[in-house]
């Protein structure tokens, strides 16, 4: 079965790495940018638009104050990188906000941010991957009507992608990242060119809409939590920050620098792009609402249900470059790719955390291995399969689903910050350099203002969007936690039983005496085979076992061994009930009750045969027996395999494909050069 499976898994996934090769699928930083950061550069396409929407609460009247929650935004945005950055020099292993706050709050903040963290990733893949289908389904029809099915199509083709490794995933995902960074930059250039340099007026195509605001005169105390409400969905552009100082492992050497120099530049691009939009939006006249159908009016009449509002920066590309244009439509197509590709975040900070929960026996130890592509591909598959049945269950609606969303980041953004602050005030209690201890207490300072800031941040998001979904983020965290608890508490208790003691105990003690029980259901070459190998071990007695199920071929088989002369006693058990597991059970544990310091070895016969599907027709007694007999104290079981003729076959079968090569399995080198034989010439 393995040799069936090997073609198809070459060809999706391509030719297993040896472990040395691992230096190879490192990334340098222009690869490392888009395999890291297009969770929070994608974010700035719907960032913006989150903010316009919360605001036209109020009315048109209440975008004045966008500007200032950008300068909230972007103040974070900086804080938060500053922050990380010092995480990715403090702790390079890869740790990033878990590490932190599980060695300066202790493991249960630590386990706390890491159940927020991989919620978030999975949230992360399955908002990301909705919104692009949504936004691709405008355009294809066949996409809206099975949307669903899409995004789980769409999450598959992107584990195949990650299956294959980071580097490779990166090196696909790089152009279509770069290509929607600098199609921002250019319309943000070009925008600013037409307005202050030829002072041209342009116009979005919802300028000369009007807003019905749902509150209007909003003061005191209202008009304050509607500006944290929208500085809190601005905030949806700091998503996926936090990915960089979890995947530091992932980067080339020297790895804190380059994942310190990406982070910078992750942050510079986002800020960047995020206010040039937000400027864009105010000078084009964006009119957001967030109910469109009654809240939106042209030419003093309700849009009505058919009207699509199309996203803020989509708006903002076709006030700049025109409806129809090409940099329009290439910017529009780089967008709606990015969203599908910022859930790439998740497939490369899910897995390295889990790998890392893995070493620390939070989450089983086959997450932190590597496959055949030497990425972590038990945690790839685990966050697609989670990310599927979120996509299911939620039916792939991106407004359902983000309101579970950015709860779990920052969690871990202020848990971690304030574990930050922790660690600058325990390395000030040593340090006596001066100048050390003066970057330090600066590095505090920025910890401490984004430990505020994300924590404001987190209060904000948990008031307001509680009852619309945050409670299943909340309940999603606890179940990690809880989860990952227990599995802890198994691995420590596992740990403690096996653990071999310094003084002599019963495990070192060799037992009294071997009981060597015989399981017989007739004689043939198996049978014979087992009783030669048990004669073999020279226990302290010896006997066969059988089962009387049907009294004729139990007087068969007495008869049989008396004829043969067979020097091993024969024990019959009645089985009025006909049942073959139990009575073997009950006679083996009657055994060690009378001599609990003898071992009993029960000795098996069994078949080996050449095909699946004729392991269904033998041996299945023995399964059920031996897997019995592992709950039973001082019982050792050993198989005896009697090979038939269809094992042989399969084993000649076997030997002809492994002198068959896979496509892709065979790296060819250089051909040597034969050398020349000497010509004859007379």
């Not at 995480?87 to 630590?110: F, I, R, W």
């Not at 289908?133 to 099975?146: C, D, K, Q, R, T």
């Not at 983000?402 to 005030?425: A, D, K, P």
């Amino acid at each position: 079965m393995s040799k069936l499976t090997d073609v198809p898994k070459r060809i999706l996934i391509g030719r297993a790495l040896r472990s040395d090769r691992l230096g190879e699928t490192l990334l340098p930083k222009r690869i490392a940018l888009p395999v890291f950061a297009s969770d929070p550069l994608s974010s700035v396409a719907y960032a913006p638009g989150e903010v316009l929407l919360v605001l036209s609460i109020a009315g048109v009247s209440a975008y004045h104050f966008s500007p200032w929650i950008a300068v909230g935004v972007v103040v974070l945005m900086f804080t938060v990188v500053a922050s990380y950055r010092q995480n990715v020099h403090a702790y390079p292993s890869g740790g990033g906000d878990y590490e932190v706050a599980n060695t300066n709050l202790g493991p249960k903040a630590g386990l706390t941010v890491a159940s927020a963290l991989l919620v978030d990733y999975v949230l992360t893949v399955a908002v990301s991957i909705s919104s692009g289908i949504e936004n691709l389904g405008s355009a294809i029809p066949f996409v809206v009507e099975h949307k669903v099915l899409c995004a789980v199509v769409v999450i598959v083709l992107l584990t195949l992608m990650n299956l294959r490794g980071v580097k490779e995933s990166g090196k696909l995902f790089a152009i279509p990242t770069y290509v929607f960074v600098v199609g921002v930059f250019l319309m943000i250039a070009w925008g600013a060119f037409q307005g202050i340099v030829l002072d041209e007026t342009m116009k979005a195509p919802t300028a000369d809409y009007e807003i019905k605001p749902e509150h209007q005169g909003l003061a005191g105390f209202a008009l304050v939590f509607l500006l944290l409400r929208a500085f809190s969905s601005g905030c949806a552009a700091l998503t996926g920050v936090e990915a960089i100082s979890n995947g530091v492992p992932a980067f080339r050497k020297p790895k804190s620098k380059n994942a310190a120099s990406t982070l910078a530049l992750m942050g510079a691009l986002a800020v960047t792009m995020f206010c040039g939009i937000i400027a864009l939006a105010m000078a084009t006249k964006v009119r957001m609402a967030e109910n469109p159908a009654k809240d939106l009016f042209h030419n003093g009449v309700p849009v009505g249900s058919d009207y699509v509002q199309n996203p803020v920066i989509s708006q903002v590309a076709e006030a700049v470059f025109g409806n129809g244009s090409f940099l329009f439509i290439v910017l529009a197509a780089a967008t709606a790719l990015v969203l599908f590709l910022a859930a790439n975040t998740a497939y490369n900070g899910f897995p390295l955390l889990g790998s890392i929960l893995a070493q620390d026996r939070y989450l089983p130890r086959q997450l932190h291995t590597r496959g055949d592509r030497l990425a972590f591909s038990n945690g790839i598959v685990l966050l697609a399969g989670a990310a599927a049945l979120l996509v299911v269950i939620y039916g792939a609606d991106s407004t359902r689903l983000i309101q579970l969303y950015i709860v779990g980041v920052f969690v871990s953004f202020t848990l971690s910050q304030i574990g930050m602050v922790r660690h600058w005030n325990r390395h000030l209690r040593s340090e006596k350099d001066q100048a050390k201890r003066r970057r330090m207490h600066r590095s505090r300072a920025i910890n401490t203002f984004g430990a505020f800031f994300t924590g404001l941040v987190l209060i904000v998001v948990l008031v307001t969007k509680f009852t619309h979904g945050a409670w299943v983020a909340l309940l999603g965290m606890c179940i990690f936690y809880a989860t990952m608890s227990a599995i802890r508490r198994h691995y420590d208790r596992v740990a403690e039983e096996i653990a071999a003691p310094d003084t002599p105990s019963e495990d070192s003690v060799r037992p009294s005496r071997v009981h060597s029980i015989v399981l017989v259901s007739k004689i043939h070459r198996p049978t014979l085979r087992a009783l030669a190998y048990a004669k073999l071990m020279r226990s302290d007695t010896l006997e066969a076992l059988s089962i009387n199920v049907d009294p004729v071929e139990t007087k068969a088989l007495r008869t049989e061994w008396e004829r043969r002369g067979i020097h091993v006693p024969l024990k019959i058990l009645d089985s009025p009930y006909r049942e073959i597991t139990r009575p073997i059970i009950e006679y083996v544990k009657g055994l060690r009750k009378e001599s609990p310091r003898d071992v009993v070895s029960v000795i098996i016969p069994e078949y080996v045969v050449g095909h699946w599907y004729e392991h269904l027709l033998h041996n299945q007694s023995a399964l059920r027996l031996k897997g019995r007999l592992l709950f039973t104290p001082g019982v050792m079981v050993t198989s005896v395999p009697y090979q038939l003729d269809s094992s042989e076959a399969a084993k000649k079968r076997a030997r002809k494909r492994s002198e068959w090569n896979a496509p892709g399995a065979v790296r060819r080198g250089p051909v040597e050069k034969r050398p020349k034989e000497p010509s004859n010439k007379s």
